[in-house]
């Protein structure tokens, strides 16, 4: 049915630079929001950042001045550009899409970010 494809997780130094991408196929409604999420070893899953289908975004303050969530609607794909990355951003990636006044909710595999000192 859906399915989101990430990419771009990697190991990097503090300091450092990545970009993500999440790419969705299959029967997505249109209009939509997109977003990442991360879980690091023994904390919850929390939100990075979101971005809905005209481009208003709300981020992590953990994250605010640091990384950006962009999305091409015509490829149905989101970005996260991190920058100034710092070892506490290391976790577990997930994009996300969702949609609709009762949610419908997609999940991608995850991918890994590992920032070292």
């Known amino acids: 049915q859906v399915r989101l494809v990430e990419s771009g997780g990697g190991l990097v130094q503090a300091g450092g630079s990545l970009r993500l991408s999440c790419a969705a196929s299959?029967?997505?409604?249109?209009?939509?929001?997109m977003g990442w999420y991360r879980q690091a070893p023994g904390k919850e899953r929390e939100l990075v950042a979101a971005i809905g289908y005209s481009g208003s975004t709300n981020y992590a303050d953990s994250v605010k001045g640091r990384f950006t969530i962009s999305r091409d609607n015509a490829k149905n794909t989101v970005y996260l550009q991190m920058n100034s990355l710092r070892p506490e951003d290391t976790a577990v990636y997930y994009c996300?899409?969702?949609?609709?006044?009762?949610?419908?909710?997609?999940w991608g595999q995850g991918t890994q970010v590992t920032v070292s000192s």
């Open positions: 996300n899409l969702r949609w609709g006044a009762i949610v419908v909710d997609y």
């Open positions: 299959g029967s997505i409604f249109r209009i939509n929001t």
